[in-house]
């Protein structure tokens, strides 16, 4: 039984699939398995996954279109290891990536995902820009209540704590399904990322960060107008996740009530300080 599932959902991703796979199998950690799950694809990816001979991996095939929340429960269900890694099937898994993510997370048992930062790759294979979350427990938790604190295929997840509280992601969600199970696993544990950028985030036209943006940007709306909330009932709470957000229309007094209530519920965090000021700035 391996201690770490790496997760794979794919839908018509044929063109990149075999660099993504590879990029898994010949991790410095090796006690890993491979569980792919193909959403009724269309196009080569039955090609693709049909040549992969290892030892280590699993195919599943959707006989209908499920979406990727439920092909990821789907997979989730059938994952082995006591932790369970992600990744999108154009992107890039640097070697270590595995080794460095379970590292920081035996180091502290309240932490219970991590990610990495990215850089961009495009079409060509040319690298690019770097993008790095926030890190440490209350930054995460504030960077939360405005959109998600992770890159959802960088993340590595205590599985196990996953189950013990009866989480999974919300099938639901058309987009931003890890932002909204990132919030209710905070109920119970930590998060923190990594500041390597350790996957490679694949730039191209069909990424759905392109395709489907105000999609997106509704269903991010929706958990963090419920987290923010929690945190503070009475405050402007569009008001607020505007100015967190970067959005236009926002309101500076419900963002500062907003950041007192969270210190009167976290404690003062520098990181949180400084984050909320360059927000107050932009």
């Not at 013990?164 to 919300?170: E, F, P, S, T, V």
């Amino acid at each position: 039984m391996a201690l770490v599932s790496v997760l794979l959902a794919v839908h018509n991703g044929a063109r990149f699939l075999a660099e993504a796979t590879e990029s898994m199998l010949h991790q410095t950690f090796q006690d890993l398995e491979l569980v792919l799950v193909d959403d009724a694809s269309t196009d080569d990816t039955p090609s693709v996954l049909a040549r992969i001979d290892d030892p280590r991996v699993t195919v599943l095939r959707n006989d209908g279109r499920l979406g990727l929340a439920a092909s990821l429960n789907r997979g989730l269900d059938l994952a082995a290891g006591k932790y369970v890694a992600r990744l999108d099937a154009d992107d890039v898994a640097l070697p270590q990536r595995v080794e460095l993510q379970l590292e920081r997370m035996l180091e502290e048992p309240r932490v219970a995902v991590v990610g990495t930062a990215v850089r961009d790759i495009h079409e060509s294979g040319r690298q690019g820009r770097t993008h790095v979350m926030p890190r440490g427990a209350r930054p995460l938790r504030w960077h939360a209540l405005f959109s998600s604190p992770f890159f959802h295929p960088t993340v590595l997840v205590d599985r196990e704590a996953l189950d013990r509280h009866g989480l999974r992601y919300d099938v639901s969600f058309d987009e931003s399904e890890d932002y909204e199970l990132w919030t209710r696993l905070f109920g119970f544990a930590d998060g923190d990322n990594l500041r390597e950028a350790l996957v490679l985030k694949r730039v191209h036209a069909q990424q759905a960060s392109l395709r489907r943006g105000e999609v997106q940007e509704s269903f991010q709306r929706r958990v963090a107008l419920r987290e923010i909330k929690r945190v503070a009932p009475s405050v402007d709470a569009d008001g607020a996740w505007r100015v967190g957000a970067g959005k236009d229309g926002g309101s500076r007094r419900a963002f500062l009530s907003l950041l007192r209530a969270f210190e009167r519920r976290n404690g003062p965090d520098r990181g949180v300080r400084m984050a909320a000021l360059r927000a107050l700035l932009t």
